[in-house]
T-cell receptor
């Protein structure tokens, strides 16, 4: 149990276009989802926290108008990178937790999405 | 602000040797996590430590937690090449904060 999927796993796009990444909890309801980005050989940096049905909370320094997060249902959150630039190229990882489950502090990580902006 | 520090950041060791990775954190927390990441992959959960004195073992890896010292260790016993990966500790505040990771390279 507690499987999180991401789609796509890899995407290449041109500068100026927008890219949407989906994060789904497959066998549980994710009341909270987290979005991270990871540059090569670096740690994970939390971008934002989203709760189902409410606006995402962005970390300091993350542009909310550039990284649009929607958590419209208990099993789906999306991250849209708008007007992508090469510096947005990164590995994006989502995680999900269910605060109603017994182990409510556990986060389950998706497999990641490798974004390359050319 | 919660800070998580790991050391060493890079470790190259011979197969069969033992070694320890250290994780210090700056404020009290009720959860400490250890994850493994292989190149190009996402995170694999290894351990969740919940209380002072907690010790968990899985194969050649053993993790422990000292909440008073705000220190966790990940001990590797008789390392094998398959354990080569990056290991992250992470601590829960109101969100999970990651250390910088320890890149472990085990030489055959």
């Amino acid at each position: 149990g507690a499987v999180v999927s991401q789609h796509p796993s890899r995407v290449i796009c041109k500068s100026g276009t927008s890219v949407k990444i989906e994060c789904r909890s497959l066998d549980f309801q994710a009341t909270t989802m987290f979005w991270y980005r990871q540059f090569p050989k670096q740690s994970l940096m939390l971008m934002a926290t989203s709760n189902e049905g409410s606006k995402a909370t962005y970390e300091q320094g993350v542009e909310k108008d550039k990284f649009l997060i929607n958590h419209a249902s208990l099993t789906l959150s999306t991250l849209t990178v708008t007007s992508a630039h090469p510096e947005d190229s990164s590995f994006y990882i989502c995680s999900a937790s269910n605060t109603h489950r017994g182990n409510r502090y556990e986060q389950y990580f998706g497999p990641g999405t490798r974004l390359t902006v050319t | 602000e919660l800070k998580v520090e790991q050391n060493p950041l890079f470790l190259s060791m011979q197969e069969g040797k033992n070694y320890t990775i250290y994780c210090n954190y700056s404020t009290t927390s009720d959860r400490l996590y250890w994850y493994r990441q292989d190149p190009g992959k996402s995170l694999e959960s290894l351990f969740v430590l919940l209380s002072n004195g907690a010790v968990k073992q899985e194969g050649r890896l053993m993790a422990s937690l000292d909440t008073k010292a705000r220190l966790s260790t990940l001990h590797i016993t008789a390392a094998v090449h398959d354990l080569s990966a990056t290991y992250f500790c992470a601590v829960r505040d109101d969100k999970i904060i990651f250390g910088k990771g320890t890149r472990l390279h085990i030489l055959p």
